[in-house]
């Protein structure tokens, strides 16, 4: 306490909101010390293996488990028969469907659980799952969700009345025996009569293929039933902890509070540990079975081919626009394939997610979306991989939408941009399809990411180039690709959005111990996003302890206040809110006990960084540090001992963050090859938390992006083999392909919040995916092209060079 520190030399040793505080997680996943589902060891553990169909479409005519039960270290073979007295062989899915466990009389999808090897060791569970004889009698597959709407078979025969009727499904009426909902939103009437008389109207197909997310760790689990408290212990790589403890408890009949579900290090969600999967509890009877702890955890081909898959949507689009480019009507018709089950990770009211976002950063004044969902013989998911639920694709039909629009309209797409922006002092604005978008300031941005690529410039470029390719002096086109998003991310609010019932809202709980550190919990859980970092900077600041003296702990539903979990992006808007609501509570009764130790009344003392201070004379002040202590060992009249606080925060609406991205790209038009020359992304998150993280996330997310819109995808053949299912044809980015990202930021901060901040952890992806496609579509345009499908890897850029008749 020599020399007094100046008040910036104080918030700067807090660490707290703004700073670039490295990752405090780092230190033990860089020296290998993680704790990973697959590194906890329990005695007596057993392992799960799958028997998994290997075809996409058949029934089930016997099956045989003497063989594998014959084999030494084998204890038990689970089939459904084995499950259906327990009511366990079909389970809910979060889309308010139901999905079979394990196979019930046929199968649906290549990879699906048929049944469940438990055997002393991994390897023995593995030569197992050989020996089950399954005998199987092959049925039409379709892979096609437009063919499945017409065809006479039936997929689903447990959704067809006996009569042949067809009963409703979780949102409403079907039209088809493979039909699984409609959903539409919007002014269907008046967006038709807008289309119908307009002077311009685009209209094109957008199909956003089938991917995957493919974390590094795969998904798994370790079930561990003691038998003589009547206690599981269920440890995973759950994005959602709680709503899984909830979800196991409906499903088996255990007590909640006998239920303790942990997610340790994640090495990767991404949407893909959303979900519940037959893994989990084929597990957990296993380990009620044999009273001993069973692990189960995924090899890579069965994380691709069977967990939870991203998009598959069929985006058919129709804008209108005056002559001079003002955007009147958007209307889109979307066929979505959710495979065998309908096990989309969405609120309930929002079967499509939020694709309602589809009129994306434009005023526009009338719109009109439909979204048929379809089944198929494909893996069940759809929401997954930085989607922020199917903003993805939202972003992905409105961003193609208007550079078909500018196409026909013969104009700039960049122009045609900027003249449809919600303008600033229209915010909060109330979107045609249902949003209030809570702020905004999309001019600043796009001319301030345009300036910075100098997009004239860039223009006049390309138009050379394609006048010395038509002249026979190069074979390379440039693509300059444009993306301008608007995400919706931070479910909540309650009051329309619920997983299963269980409404979004999300919590912190801090404990200010007697020395001036505390642990703060929170119903969240990072996979990799930096959580323990990032909370601890928020209360630096909320509370004036340094952001080192503070404990950030996740996964544990015996100690963390319920929460919803960390998808959608929705940590910082939710429980960062609650992180920082809590804190201030702390900072209420820190202000009392600071008025008691200095003798004046409450309102006579200030916070001021890490101090509560007596108005008008700084000298006289007691450290948060000091607060806490007296906390524990002062008895004040009229207060509780201890320093402890908890917040649940529903929040009002989401955030809406957003980003202006331009991609320039240089295409060999001969092989095909894209050599991505400059990727600029401006993002807007509102306050950022930590710089640092925020720039880790943004480069995760565009290099996702690059590898979908560029190559990476889950195919099937006819017969519905998955023809991707290995690192081998599934395309991963690695060093040599990613490009180096320039990026930069505005800061409009969310009203609503209480530290103005916005989500980011899915616009990096949400608005990269456009920005690549948009790149090679342009680098076509001179030449005819109007939308070619992605991924674009070199074979198809090369066959769309080949159909421009670009070789001659
Ligand atoms: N952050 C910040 N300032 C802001 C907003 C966020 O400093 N204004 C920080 C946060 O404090 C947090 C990180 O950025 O450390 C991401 O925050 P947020 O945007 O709230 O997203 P979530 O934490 O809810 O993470 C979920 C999001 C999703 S849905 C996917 S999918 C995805 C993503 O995060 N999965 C990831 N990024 C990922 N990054 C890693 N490494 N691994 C995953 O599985
Ligand atoms: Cu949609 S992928 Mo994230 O929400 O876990």
């Known amino acids: 306490m020599n020399k007094e520190l100046s008040r910036q030399e104080r918030a700067d040793a807090l660490g707290g909101m703004g700073c670039k505080r490295k990752r405090v997680e780092d230190a033990r996943f860089t020296q290998g010390k993680g704790n990973y589902v697959d590194d906890i060891k329990l005695p007596g553990m057993l392992f799960g293996d799958f028997v998994r169909s290997p075809y996409a479409h058949a029934r089930i005519k016997s099956i045989n488990t003497d063989a594998a039960m014959a084999l030494d270290g084998v204890v038990a073979v689970l089939t459904a028969a084995d499950l259906a007295p327990l009511g366990l062989h079909w389970m809910p899915t979060l889309a308010g469907d139901k999905q079979m466990v394990l ?41 096609d969700p437009f063919a499945s709407l017409k065809s006479d078979v039936v997929l689903r025969e447990d959704l067809v009345a006996e009569d042949g009727s067809l009963p409703d499904g979780a949102h409403g009426p079907r039209k088809h025996h493979n039909h699984i909902f409609t959903w539409e939103v919007g002014d269907k009437e008046t967006t038709e009569q807008v289309i119908g008389e307009a002077e311009v109207v685009a209209e094109d197909m957008f199909y956003y293929h089938r991917t995957h997310p493919c974390p590094l760790e795969t998904c798994g689990c370790v079930a561990s039933m003691d038998k003589v408290n009547g206690k599981l212990t269920l440890y995973g790589t759950f994005q959602a902890p709680h709503a899984i403890r909830t979800v196991v408890s409906l499903i088996s009949g255990i007590e909640e509070h006998n239920i303790r579900v942990i997610s340790p290090d994640i090495g990767g969600g991404f949407g893909n540990k959303v979900g519940a999967y037959p893994g989990y509890v ?17 090899d890579r081909m069965e994380n691709l081919m069977t967990t939870a898959f991203a998009r598959d949507y069929w985006m058919k689009g129709k804008i209108a626009a005056t002559k001079e480019g003002k955007i009147t009507g958007l209307w889109c018709h979307t066929t979505a394939d959710h495979g065998g089950f309908d096990a989309c990770a969405d609120p309930t009211k929002f079967p499509a997610g939020f694709m309602n976002i589809c009129t994306g950063s434009y005023d ?51 122009e045609l941009r900027r003249i449809n922006f919600i303008k600033k ?26 300036e910075a690529v100098d997009y004239k410039g860039l223009r006049a470029e390309q138009a050379q180039r394609v006048e010395d390719f038509k002249a026979g002096k190069t074979r390379s086109l440039m693509g300059i690709g444009l993306t301008f998003f608007t995400e919706i991310v931070g479910a909540g609010p309650v009051k329309n959005c619920d997983i299963l019932g269980l409404g ?57 206040p319920y929460g919803l979990g960390t998808y959608g992006s929705r940590s910082t808007p939710v429980a960062g809110a609650a992180t920082a609501m809590a804190g201030r509570k702390i900072r209420a009764k820190a202000q009392m006990i600071a008025a008691y130790l200095l003798e004046v009344h409450d309102d006579d003392v200030e916070f001021d960084v890490d101090r509560f201070v007596v108005k008008g004379a700084p000298e006289k002040f007691k450290t948060m540090k000091e607060i806490a202590f007296a906390a524990y060992n002062q008895a004040i009249p009229g207060i509780e001992p201890g320093l402890e606080a908890v917040s649940y925060y529903d929040p009002p609406n989401m955030t809406y963050p957003f980003g202006a991205y331009v991609c320039v790209m240089d295409i060999d038009v001969d092989t095909g090859v894209t050599d991505i020359r400059r990727f600029y992304a401006l993002d807007d998150c509102g306050t950022r938390i930590n710089p640092m993280i925020i720039e880790g996330q943004i480069h995760g997310g565009l290099t996702e992006a690059l590898a979908v819109a560029l190559g990476q995808e889950i195919a099937y053949d006819d017969m519905g083999n998955v023809k991707t299912g290995t690192l081998m044809d599934f395309f991963l980015p690695t060093a040599w392909e990613v490009p180096n990202y320039e990026t930069d930021h505005t800061v409009t901060p969310s009203p609503h919040h209480p530290i103005g901040a916005k989500g980011v952890g899915e616009s990096p992806h949400v608005g990269g ?16 092209l109007r939308h070619t499908h992605m991924p674009h890897d070199h074979w198809r850029i090369w066959q769309t060079a080949n159909k421009l008749g670009l070789h001659g």
Not at 119 to 130: F, G, N
Not at 282 to 297: E, F, L, N, Y
């Open 364 to 414: 526009i004044p009338v719109a009109y979306l439909a979204v048929d969902g379809v089944y198929t013989n494909k893996a069940p998911g759809g929401v997954s991989y930085r989607c922020s639920f199917r903003v993805t694709e939202a972003v992905y039909f409105i961003e193609r939408m208007i550079e078909v629009l500018a196409i026909e309209l013969n104009m700039d797409p960049a």
């Open 769 to 784: 995916v456009p920005c690549f496609s948009n790149a090679v579509n342009d680098a076509f345009k001179a030449f005819g």
């Open 425 to 450: 002092e229209q915010f909060p604005y109330q979107s045609a399809l249902g949003w209030e978008y809570d702020s905004g300031d999309y001019h600043t941005a796009w001319d301030k990411a345009l």
């Open 103 to 143: 196979a019930d009389g046929k199968v649906l999808f290549q990879g699906q659980e048929v049944a469940y090897v438990v055997a002393k060791d991994r390897y023995i569970a593995a030569d197992a799952v050989e020996l089950v004889e399954v005998e199987y009698e092959e049925l039409e597959v379709i892979i």
């Open 282 to 298: 084929c597990s957990v009877v296993a380990s009620i079975v044999t009273g001993v702890p069973v692990k189960w955890v995924e």
């Open 504 to 560: 979004m809202f999300d919590s912190c709980e801090i404990r200010i111990h007697p020395t001036g550190s505390a642990i703060a919990r929170l119903g969240t859980i990072s996979q990799g996003q930096g959580h323990a970092t990032t909370f601890a900077q928020i209360l630096a600041t909320e509370i004036g302890l340094p952001a080192d003296s503070i404990t950030i702990e996740e996964g544990d539903t015996d100690t963390a």
